[in-house]
């Protein structure tokens, strides 16, 4: 697993899924809309503090955003959130 990769994959998905521009999701997590892009494009390691400022922004877990797209884990999508049926 190319954990780089993985992020770059994950931060675009569900910031379309939001309906976010790059822009858009630079400005709510406080960071340049460039370093967001060279984030997407695999050009630029991040630091935890941004790691955890872009998974805020995004409303998910710090560690969905380094769940490889392409395993299933126990059974169960691991990306989308829980949900209570209760």
């Known amino acids: 697993m190319n954990v780089t990769h993985v992020f770059a994959v994950n931060v675009r998905t569900y910031r379309k899924r939001l309906g976010l521009s790059q822009e858009a999701l630079a400005e ?31 409303g998910v877990e710090t560690y969905r955003l380094f769940l490889d797209p392409t ?16």
């Open 28 to 58: 709510k997590s406080h960071l340049h809309r460039t370093y967001i892009s060279s984030l997407e494009l695999e050009k630029r390691n991040i630091s935890l503090k941004n790691v955890q400022a872009i998974s805020e922004a995004l």
């Open 71 to 86: 395993v299933e884990y126990d059974g169960e999508d691991k990306r989308e959130p829980a949900r209570d049926d209760s």
